[in-house]
């Protein structure tokens, strides 16, 4: 291998090994001189020495207002590349000792990434989606089939709602149950759960109350693809004029 193979392999782009090769050749001289003799135009030969100079491989003198630039000696050079590679060697220890938490990072941020899938059965199960949603920090979109009534939707869950101030959007059918349930109040704040859909910071929670189990996915990507959908169809209801954006809940015409 050859000097120039030394020094792109510490690092050196083919530029700076020209240019500094160059000038260890030619000695004391000035910036037109380097540029002619490495063959790289004079601007980009100005830059090159300048970066360098940041480096500690050359030296810049004025002469009656002329720079002169100057490169260090060869056994400079040598300590130069002896003192890269000890660096590059204590790096790659340090990266060595941190492997086992980067490992860790990684996974863990995959797992942020992958979706997370949960089933819950039973009544118990159905009460333990219930509380979860309990602790939402937005507005709790939903999509709703079906009336709401004391075993798919306890009461209870009403009031602890408001006084967290949790508010929740319904897209559903008229029917007198719905009527009545939601009775002085707005569909943009009704505080109630949905029997169908029902989507919340990064959980799409999908609901069944006859065969009795939520089926839970915490994805944001899938979450929020589904709140834009919502969001559309929100809009549409209102323009619709129909109550409580009957008509347009999933599963309706």
């Known amino acids: 291998m050859n000097i120039e193979g030394v020094l792109r392999k510490s690092g050196f782009s083919e530029k700076e090994a020209e240019v500094y090769l160059s000038l260890l050749k030619l000695g004391s001289s000035i910036v037109s001189d380097i540029a002619k003799k490495s063959g790289i135009n004079r601007s980009t030969t100005y830059v090159i020495l300048d970066a ?26 040598v300590q130069y590349l002896e003192n890269n590679a000890k660096q ?38 159905m009460r333990t989606v219930y509380e979860d949603a309990l602790s939402s920090l937005e507005t709790i979109r939903s999509y709703a089939s079906k009336a709401s009534d004391e075993e798919t939707a306890p009461e209870k869950y009403y009031d602890r709602l408001v006084k967290k101030n949790i508010k929740v959007k319904m897209l559903f059918p008229e029917t007198l149950a719905i009527q009545e349930l939601t009775k002085g109040m707005r569909p943009a704040q009704l505080p109630a759960f949905s029997q169908d859909i029902s989507v919340y910071d990064n959980k799409i929670v999908f609901m069944s109350p006859i065969n009795k189990f939520a089926l839970v996915i915490e994805s944001k990507e899938l979450a929020d693809a589904l709140k834009k959908a919502f969001d559309l169809s929100w809009e549409e209801a209102k323009r619709s004029k129909k109550p409580f954006g009957s008509g347009l809940a999933l599963g309706s015409a």
């Open 88 to 125: 590059f060697s204590e790096l790659a220890s340090t990266a060595k000792e941190l492997l086992p938490k980067i490992k860790v990072e990684t996974a863990k941020q995959r797992l942020e990434t992958t979706p997370k899938v949960q089933l819950f059965e039973g009544e118990e199960g």
């Open 52 to 77: 360098l100079a940041k480096r500690g491989l050359v030296s810049i003198t004025e002469r009656r207002g002329v720079k002169v630039y100057n490169s260090i000696s060869p056994e400079q050079l």
